[in-house]
């Protein structure tokens, strides 16, 4: 019996729905070649169903092809559109009627990896959570927000190891090629919170 699988790889995108990181041209732009790539791989395209750079993110699949999903924070459709004022331009919307908090860890669950684009509070909250649930997780740096502080949150202010499973990079194409790698080679949930602790832990070569 063999964990390998022939599952196409869904990639989540996080980050800034709102603030001043969306209005950013370098980061809006950055978010979008990383859709594109992600299209281009042939992965499925996940993000919270939101607007800013996610959105830019899924514009940017959808023009190579993804099939993109989006969870939405919302009750319905209706609740989707007026309420939390989100596109909905997905091929699938799940609506998951839990609110922003809860939504983010069915994101995060629901992806092999998660890249994380600028970023604020939220952003912060959907890191976190990648973290202690041992996620493959990539950071595209040079975005704004909280992209180049991550090493200082998890680091200097945490006092905790940046996981092996992370990866950092300011060009999309080159953060996909190392995600995919720690994906790979991590495909265990890695614990670092001293609670839980993996029967088998992969060594990391790098």
Known sequence: MTDHHNHKLKIGVMGSASGPQIEDPHAREMARELGKEIGKR???????????????????????????????????????????????EHDMIIYTGQGFMERDIINIRSSDGVVFVGGGVGTLNELTIAYDEGRPYGVLTNTGGISNAVPHVIEELCLRKIPPN??????????????????????????????????HKPQHKG
Do not use: Q
Not at 72 to 77: E, K, L, M, T
Not at 175 to 199: A, Y
């Open 42 to 88: 042939g992965h499925i395209f996940i993000n919270g169903a939101c607007p800013g750079l996610p959105n830019d993110s899924l514009l940017g699949a959808k023009e190579t092809g993804a099939f993109t999903v989006g969870i939405s924070p919302a009750f319905s459709f209706y609740e989707h559109m007026h309420e939390y004022n989100s596109p909905h």
């Open 166 to 199: 992370m990866v950092m990079d300011d060009d999309p194409a080159k953060l996909l090629d190392k995600l995919e790698e720690v994906i790979k080679e991590f495909p265990l949930p890695i614990h670092e919170d001293g609670r839980v602790k993996d029967r």
